[in-house]
Every structure is written in C-alpha cells, then in structure tokens.
C-alpha cells in the first residue's frame, strides 16, 4: 500500500509488524513530521510492507487489507494508536474482534476476513521475500531510495538520509522491488500438516463457518497451535504469557519475531 505521489523522487519502504512497540511509535510520533515534510509536499511517497511478528499481528494486518483501500492507513494507524488494547491482552482474539467493531467490521465480516486465506497467503509472501531477498529479519526495517535503516528512529535521522537523496538526484529506482502476492510463507507450511490435537480442547470457530481457520485450532504439547497458512486465534496461543513474550523481545530501538529459521518466522511457542 502506498501514500504519496507516486512520481516523489525519494521512495520510504517499511516492513512493519502491528504487534511491535518501536513500530507503534515511528506511526505515532515519526510518521506525521514525514508526512508533513515529505510526503504531503511530493518530495517522497511511503509504502507499507507487512512483516507480522506473530499470529495477532497478522490477524490486524488482515483487518487492514479487508476495510476499503483508501482507509487501510487509517486502519493502521488506529491500530497502532491503541495497540496495548488488542494487542497485548489475556484473550487477543475478542480484544481484536471489539476493536474491528470500532473500525466499522461486524462479527461476520471479521470471521470472513480472517478466514480468506488468499489475504494471507499474500501476506506472508511479502515477508517471505522481504526474509530471504533483502534480508529483513526485524521489526521496523526502512528502505530510503535503497538505503538501510533498521529500528527505531528519529525525523531527524529520516530526513538527513531524504535530503541526501533529494540532492544527489538519486530516484527510487534502486529501492527493493514491490514483493509479488501469492505463494504461502514456507517455514510455516511444513508444520500445518502435522499439528497434534489434545481432547478437550476448545476450538473457537467451527469447520462450517471458517474451514480454512478452524483446522489450525488444534493445540499440542508445549503448542498454542498456530500456523499462519491458517490465521486461527487460539486462546491458549494468543495468552498473555505470549504477549508478555512478545514485549520482552523488544529492545534496542528494534522488535525480533520468536524464533527464525530458513529465513521465516516460526510459529511462537
């Protein structure tokens, strides 16, 4: 998605994820002096790339891509406005389902947006390539005309590398290109096939009414069964040990996902 003139010499990527607290503040406090300096002015055009951390961030992300196009960075930016309030809470699934209530969703189409997994599926390409072509493997990551800035920074720091650009007449040919939709995030695939269900546990939909959903609501020893070729809300998977998990990860200006490997993000443990 992308805010700005799309002819702006100066072109600012970001990989982002909704449940990362660095990300929250760069929209917050960085993103309205950019906007008013830069993008508002025809001087740069912002695009925004999916990199969720987890399964609530991709669930927001979801959300945002399901409201109408030309309020998805107001979805965004309300999202990452009130994070703490569905983000980081003892049961994330209805946390979230009351605050898409806010953003105009109802039940029904909240459980049909969740539930459309080629959404995901183009989701989790952006970060899959984002991982393995340009090497992003934290949270917030810039691109400015293809220069690097990961973590959190100021305006100040945004813009000395934006006028740098603006007056050497470099364009954003050499940014990373735009990541094709399709293809599913391949680190998670191979454990969707093999997810061990325990007796009693608590599915929170039905196979009727969100079939791609309701087969990752399975829970393992150790597992809050969750792969994201399925955007299923476990309680168990989405408890507040995992959010508290998720802040402890976050320092140094930057946010980590819970484990990588073969360049992806895992499922959270």
């Not at 970001?14 to 300096?37: D, I, M, R, V, W």
């Not at 020893?221 to 792969?227: I, L, Q, R, V, Y």
Request: charged content about 20%; some cysteine; proline content about 6%.
């Amino acid at each position: 998605m992308v805010i700005g003139n799309e002819d702006a010499p100066v072109t600012i990527i970001e990989y982002a994820s909704l449940t990362c607290g660095h990300c929250a503040n760069f929209h917050k406090n960085t993103l309205p002096e950019l906007k008013k300096q830069y993008i508002d002015t025809g001087k740069a055009k912002m695009i925004m790339r999916e990199f969720p951390l987890d399964p609530v961030a991709s669930g927001g992300f979801m959300l945002a891509r399901c409201a109408p196009k030309d309020k998805y960075f107001d979805v965004l930016s309300a999202m990452f406005a009130d994070q703490r309030s569905w983000a980081f809470t003892q049961d994330p699934y209805n946390s979230m389902l009351n605050f898409s209530k806010q953003l105009g969703f109802t039940q029904e189409s909240f459980e049909a947006c969740l539930g459309n997994q080629q959404l995901l599926d183009g989701i989790t390409a952006v970060q899959e390539r984002a991982s393995k072509e340009f090497g992003v493997n934290s949270t917030p990551t810039f691109f400015v005309n293809g220069e690097r800035i990961v973590g959190a920074s100021s305006f100040d720091e945004f813009s000395k590398v934006i006028e740098v650009s603006l007056s050497s007449g470099q364009n954003s040919a050499s940014t990373p290109p735009q990541p094709a939709c399709g293809g599913v995030f391949m680190p998670f695939s191979r454990y969707s096939r093999n997810w061990r269900s325990d007796s009693g546990v608590q599915r929170r939909l039905s196979s009727t009414r969100w079939p791609l959903v309701s087969r990752s609501l399975r829970q393992g020893h150790g597992w809050g069964a969750m792969s994201l070729c399925c955007p299923a809300l476990s309680r168990r998977h989405l408890s507040g040990a995992h959010a508290r998990d998720r802040n402890a990860r976050q320092g140094n200006g930057f946010c980590l996902p819970g484990r990588l490997a073969g360049g992806g993000v895992l499922p959270w443990r």
